[in-house]
């Protein structure tokens, strides 16, 4: 699990693949900078959003948590790989 903890402020990623990588921020090519509110870190985090947000994981607890998306809002590509989703041919 992502362990509880402050993650970074958008501002601290200073290139889009960074700021892309963090939960709740999102890149400005205007600015150009990386803005937004960053989630909190907890459960819901994958490794790689866990370390991008400077959270630490703790790879003890591999339990599947979250609320899965519907399978009418999945892609067709996505569908397959949802649990309990299948791809309609109508």
Partial sequence: MC???TPHACSYN???TSCA???GCSWSDA???C???PAKCGYGFTLDECQAAGCQYNGTDPA???TPTPCSQLSTAACSSQSGCT???F
């Fill in 3 to 5: 362990v509880e903890g």
């Fill in 14 to 16: 200073t290139t889009a």
């Fill in 21 to 23: 990588a963090q939960v």
């Fill in 31 to 33: 600015t150009p900078a």
């Fill in 35 to 37: 803005t937004g509110t």
């Fill in 64 to 66: 599947c948590r979250g």
């Fill in 87 to 89: 791809v309609s041919t």
